[in-house]
């Protein structure tokens, strides 16, 4: 096995060429531009790779920078892209009008009153014209047409996706012989909507890539308090050749230069096209003869400072990606996450039910063993319904993540069209149909070929015998327990020796239903939630989504009885706290509360499930968290501290569920879903607002004085509108809990 010394040592040959930003030409585009704001927008990245492209702006990846914002010149012409149109938004700020002006002065050469085609962006029509461009809006179908009466196109790149290849190539052309392309997307919103490959498929990059320009996945942060600066930081370590240079041989790399390298090179190469000629060949003979030096692994990481090894992920991913059925094989790294499938262990034919009024994965209590393909045969009725197919359910991918402890991208899926399909993961996983929202098909018999059993256990459905004496002792790497409220899907080790999981279910289905209560919404779901085990999840030690995903410490809780009836807080708060982000509303959280009024639903699943009073809550833990109310009102109630303290300010909601109950607390979260107390709130003021009024009209008690207390801000018109109720404020609430409750 060749090391990565050896490896890096290689680059000598590669014929790597210093280039990075244009210093003139980013002075151009950032004119009169200290800082671009996209509130609520995940920005995404922009791929810099090509010999004449550059980077603009950057945000910040964890302690390195990616690019948000890129420039190329390709032949005669000038390209533009950035991570997402929000960068643009306001044109009334005057910073995001003038990049906008100055985008589009710079892809027209300077050119006075240059034509502007609008086949997207239309808010920036008003800005453009009155600095004295010929705006025109075209469709599609007009644009090859329309681009000898253009200078600049502001494109609609994501619409081009279905486009002919020669509108594509049209668009190429026209850019080369002098015309000026823009568009900005965030393509991990992109790929989410159409499911497809973003270098294949999204017609902006299909047009772009050929300069070395490409919209990225994944997303940035601001890199002030909340915009992005044009700091000028890592303009050049951000472009891929250059960041490939800093591993030439005599090169003195700082480990924080090599972490930045790192995490250039990942996107980069995840971006760029199979046919790419600019970077990948380079990167390709970089990689050449790691071998296992390029597993990641819970007990070898692969770190940002070891970018070669890391290089040959995501060209491993890259390549198993776009590789066909026929050359399906396992992935090395299979047998340490998720786990290998014992040769010996034999591979079935079966057909399933799948109920099709039920939306998402339906599990089938089958798994694929790694680089092993499934072929699923499906009745002729079914071709049409937008069925998928899904093998894996660790879903979460790590490529912006600083250390990988297993490969970043381990769940595939496809389609479903044809009446048999052939498909697998290099990785094996959990094998599930994927069923779209509203489909028809009632109970569909679907037969699978070519996989493995599995430990699958639904309460109500399955018996306790069957589980006993067989299906437990299934030997597939993974299992699931099931009810239609939740299903946890857990590394089989973990139920061999579970008795009974019916018992089991019955108090997690109770927590489910508390959660419904306290939500307003039926306690019979539309589907089941899902909650999934993995050696490494994207961020924290849990996160909320479908699937809910957590670590691999947490499955012997999760299966343990005692500790899911019995343990309250202690050891059930993670699983009702991202349960409650997934009932969380936003029309009743306003900024400062995302970690907080989930954590409502957290308070009420312990008490509910463990009998675990608000008062006694572990986590809460009101003795402590009282010192902390006082010193928050001794110091004169700064609402930015409450916003930025999710317990400080949960204590101000458990003052209310400890005056007034939990019954308050539903009715008033329901009244949003009823409409009750009129319009839903359309400001972040406005949301507060209705907080205070409609909680205050569920009890009858005027809550102003209290919320003002808090020092969380309302208006005058609010506070007068609930006058005539009796005020509510005892007057030692600022000691926290207990205080003095009414009779």
Same mark, same amino acid.
């Given at each position: ?22 210093? @003139? ?9 200290k800082q671009v704001v996209a509130p609520g ?72 009153? @240059? ?16 600095? =004295? ?41 026209? +850019? ?30 299909? +047009? ?25 930081v890592a303009l050049d370590a951000t472009h ?21 390298? =790192? ?34 692994? @819970? ?237 490494? +999840? ?9 699937? +809910? ?163 969380v801000p309302t208006s005058d018109a609010a ?25």
């Amino acid at each position: 096995m060749r090391s990565i010394a050896v490896a890096v040592a290689c680059l000598a040959l590669v014929g790597c060429r210093p280039v990075g930003a244009s210093p @003139a030409d980013v002075a151009v585009l950032l004119r009169d531009v200290k800082q671009v704001v996209a509130p609520g927008a995940w920005v995404g990245t922009v791929a810099v790779f090509g010999d004449d492209a550059f980077t603009v702006l950057t945000g910040r990846s964890g302690k390195q920078r990616l690019p948000i914002l890129g420039a190329a010149r390709y032949g005669q012409g000038r390209i533009v892209l950035g991570g997402h149109e929000g960068l643009f938004g306001n044109q009334q700020i005057p910073d995001q009008a003038a990049l906008a002006t100055n985008v589009v002065t710079w892809l027209a050469a300077g050119k006075a009153g @240059a034509r502007v085609l609008l086949h997207g962006h239309a808010g920036w029509e008003a800005t453009l014209t009155k600095a =004295g461009f010929k705006v025109t809006r075209v469709t599609t179908a007009q644009l090859p047409a329309a681009l000898s009466q253009g200078d600049v196109l502001l494109a609609a790149g994501g619409q081009l996706d279905n486009a002919q290849p020669a509108v594509i190539d049209a668009i190429a052309k026209w +850019i080369e012989n002098g015309g000026g392309y823009f568009d900005a997307i965030p393509i991990w919103g992109w790929m989410q909507v159409t499911g497809r490959d973003h270098a294949a498929d999204c017609g902006s990059n299909r +047009i772009t890539a050929r300069a070395g320009l490409m919209v990225a996945d994944g997303g940035v942060d601001p890199t002030g308090k909340a915009a992005w600066v044009t700091d000028g930081v890592a303009l050049d370590a951000t472009h891929a050749q250059q960041a490939l240079a800093r591993l030439l041989p005599g090169a003195t790399v700082t480990p924080e230069e090599l972490a930045q390298v =790192g995490t250039t090179l990942t996107s980069a190469a995840g971006a760029a096209p199979a046919d790419d000629r600019l970077l990948m060949p380079k990167l390709a003979r970089l990689i050449a003869g790691l071998g296992d030096a390029a597993l990641p692994t @819970a007990k070898a990481p692969l770190k940002l400072t070891n970018p070669v090894a890391r290089m040959a992920c995501v060209l491993q991913n890259n390549a198993l990606r776009r590789a066909s059925v026929a050359e399906l094989k396992a992935h090395p790294a299979a047998a340490t996450f998720p786990g290998a499938v014992a040769a010996e262990v034999p591979r079935v034919t079966r057909t399933v039910a799948v109920d099709t009024a039920t939306p998402a994965w339906a599990s089938l209590g089958l798994y694929a063993a790694p680089g092993e393909a499934v072929e699923v045969t499906l009745p002729d009725a079914a071709l049409k319904a937008g069925l998928g197919l899904r093998i894996g359910c660790h879903t979460d991918t790590l490529w912006g993540l600083e250390s990988w402890q297993r490969f970043p991208e381990i769940s595939y899926a496809t389609k479903l069209t044809k009446t048999t399909t052939r498909f697998g993961n290099p990785f094996g996983g959990v094998v599930y149909i994927d069923v779209p929202g509203g489909c028809k098909l009632g109970r569909l018999e679907v037969k699978v070929a070519g996989a493995v059993e599995m430990p699958l256990f639904v309460r109500g459905v399955t018996s306790l015998d069957d589980w006993k004496t067989r299906l437990r002792g299934l030997q597939a790497p993974w299992a699931e327990l099931a009810t239609k409220k939740i299903i946890l899907s857990v590394p089989a080790s973990v139920v061999r020796t579970l008795d009974d999981p019916e018992a089991l279910l019955a108090v997690w289905d109770k927590g489910m239903d508390a959660q419904a209560d306290l939500a307003g919404i039926p306690r019979d779901r539309p589907r089941p939630e899902r909650m999934a085990c993995d050696q490494q +999840i994207s961020a924290g030690y849990m996160h909320s989504g479908y699937p +809910i995903m957590t670590w691999l410490d947490v499955p012997p809780t999760m299966v343990d009885i005692a500790k899911m009836r019995d343990g309250g807080a202690k050891n059930c708060w993670g699983f009702w706290h991202e349960l409650g982000h997934n009932h969380q509303q936003g029309a009743w959280t306003f900024d400062g509360t995302v970690e907080v009024t989930n954590n409502l639903f957290s308070l009420y699943s312990c008490e509910v499930v463990s009998g675990e009073k608000v008062v006694d809550s572990s986590w809460l833990n009101p003795a402590k968290r009282s010192e902390t109310v006082r010193k928050y009102f001794a110091d004169g109630a700064p609402f930015d501290r409450w916003k930025s303290d999710p317990a400080l300010a949960l204590m101000m909601y458990a003052q209310l569920q400890q005056q007034f109950g939990w019954d308050a607390v539903r009715k008033t979260i329901a009244s949003y879903r009823t409409n009750a107390g009129g319009e839903q709130p359309k400001s972040d003021q406005d949301k507060r607002d209705q907080w205070m009024v409609r909680f205050s009209r569920t009890v009858g008690r005027n809550l102003g004085p209290f919320f003002t207390t808090w020092g969380v801000p309302t208006s005058d018109a609010a506070r007068k509108s609930i006058e005539g109720l009796p005020v509510w404020l005892p007057a030692d609430i600022k000691n926290g809990i207990p205080f003095t409750m009414e009779k």
